[in-house]
């Protein structure tokens, strides 16, 4: 009995010997590899990213594209922009999205705001931007973008408590007076103030965006 005894430890210590730790070094070591390629994978997607600075630039176009065109009740359906002296010439078309008849009575962004619009002389963006659900308006310069009306605003860099009636200031990146790189367009804390109408009641609210807006550039004006 004793022997049978002895002969079973032998075997069950040639098994832990030979067969257990080999699996439990092998599992770990493939283990190891694993997340060796992982890190070399997120290496060369960084390396990728910093060489083409283009494709983190698109990416982020598009979120906030995605962002303002679902945004309510003011979205931003479709947007452009593009250099005019030390100014972005923005074009901006926008839709009420929401269920009640809305007018809007200033832009707001970086901590500024605009009440006013270049119309042939300046004029008030409440005079123009009376929406019903639905319908959509757009800012934009004849010369600039070929629209049949004239109803624009100008955005720059500066501080923002500089912002007069229709030029706002504090853009995080304008248009660059370059054809070969004419860059982009970024307005952090974009929104707008508005009145919407509910049943009789007029009710003054805001809509800031938790997104910038971004606006690859065109060409120079």
């Known amino acids: 009995m004793r022997l049978l005894r002895a002969q079973d430890a032998t075997r069950l210590s040639l098994l832990r010997?030979?067969?257990?730790?080999?699996?439990?070094?092998?599992?770990?070591?493939?283990?190891?590899v694993l997340l060796a390629v992982v890190l070399i994978v997120a290496l060369v997607s960084v390396a990728l990213l910093g060489f083409f600075p283009g494709m983190a630039s698109d990416a982020q176009i598009t979120?906030?594209?995605?962002?303002?065109?679902?945004?309510?009740?003011?979205?931003?359906?479709?947007a452009g922009a593009r250099n005019y002296l030390t100014y972005s010439f923005p074009y901006i078309r926008i839709r009420n999205s929401g269920a009640y008849p809305i007018r809007m009575t200033k832009m707001l962004g970086a901590g500024g705001s605009i009440s006013g619009v270049d119309a042939n002389?300046?004029?008030?963006?409440?005079?123009?931007y009376y929406m019903a659900p639905g319908e959509e308006k757009y800012f934009a310069n004849i010369g600039a973008w070929g629209v049949p009306a004239q109803r624009y605003i100008?955005?720059?860099?500066?501080?923002?408590?500089?912002?007069?009636?229709?030029?706002m200031f504090g853009l995080s990146s304008t248009c660059q007076n370059s054809s070969a790189s004419p860059g982009m367009m970024v307005m952090k804390d974009f929104g707008f103030e508005y009145i919407e109408y509910i049943e009789g009641q007029q009710i003054t609210k805001r809509q800031v965006g938790s997104?910038?807006?971004?606006?690859?550039?065109?060409?120079?004006?």
């Open 17 to 32: 010997s030979s067969t257990y730790c080999p699996l439990v070094g092998q599992g770990a070591t493939e283990y190891l």
């Open 63 to 78: 979120q906030s594209q995605a962002y303002w065109q679902s945004s309510q009740p003011i979205a931003v359906i479709e």
């Open 121 to 128: 002389g300046m004029a008030n963006i409440s005079d123009y």
């Open 154 to 167: 100008y955005l720059t860099t500066g501080s923002p408590t500089n912002s007069s009636s229709n030029t």
């Open 211 to 221: 997104k910038p807006l971004i606006v690859k550039c065109r060409e120079p004006y």
